[in-house]
């Protein structure tokens, strides 16, 4: 996709985010786990065979499986990286109706309940494209495990200044913490070991887009 139409579609969708009410906040243990067995029943895998792809325990993915668990984020993109899917394959689709009026939204937090991920727009297979809306607690950090080769990330910091890491530069060196100021985004590949945290003392809001090239 052209650069300039790159930035012209994060500008739509950030003025489109930013005037989102808020979302129907759902319990999404059972619509994971559906979508989990789906995922294994696509692909013909065992609960061993995902346990490898995906380097999750079986225990833990047949948890998910029966709703009793629900993944961190780092474990989900764990699972998603291993079906060589999209992350919000397993937030959304939940058979949810939708109205003129109001917008359902579906949120997961992490184990620690510092994270928040809120899916904005689902992916869409015809602009490879899905967008999350990220909120981090106070003086908390999330580091991502590499992503596969050829996702791309575009981080917005929506309501004030952020701090991203990536693992290393275009020219291979590694790299340290570089803050954002609100309004401020920057593209990245996303097959490397990256993070972000907001050293502030109140929630601070990313916008995530994220592109399957």
């Not at 619509?31 to 325990?57: E, F, I, M, Y």
């Not at 869409?124 to 494209?129: G, P, R, S």
């Not at 899905?130 to 575009?154: C, K, M, Y």
Request: proline share 3%; aromatic share 8%.
């Amino acid at each position: 996709m052209p650069l300039i139409a790159v930035s012209i579609v994060i500008g739509i969708i950030t003025i489109i985010a930013i005037s989102f009410t808020r979302g129907i906040i759902i319990n999404i243990h059972a619509s994971l786990g559906s979508r989990l067995k789906a995922a294994r029943s696509n692909k013909g895998w065992s609960l061993d065979k995902t346990s490898q792809h995906t380097g999750v325990s079986k225990a833990m993915l047949g948890q998910i499986e029966r709703g009793e668990s629900s993944p961190t984020v780092v474990r989900l993109w764990n699972i998603a990286n291993g079906f060589e899917l999209p992350l919000s394959y397993f937030l959304t689709d939940l058979g949810l109706a939708t109205t003129q009026t109001s917008v359902s939204t579906n949120t997961l937090e992490n184990n620690e309940h510092d994270i928040k991920i809120v899916t904005l727009f689902p992916y869409d297979a015809v602009t490879k494209i899905e967008v999350f809306q990220i909120t981090l607690d106070p003086q908390r950090q999330h580091i991502s495990a590499p992503h596969n080769a050829g996702v791309i990330e575009h981080i917005i910091a929506v309501d004030g200044a952020m701090e991203y890491y990536l693992a290393r530069a275009a020219d291979g060196t590694e790299q340290e913490w570089h803050r954002l100021q609100q309004g401020e985004r920057i593209k990245f590949n996303a097959d490397q070991h990256h993070g972000y945290r907001n050293m502030t003392d109140k929630p601070m809001t990313i916008h995530n887009i994220i592109c399957y090239t």
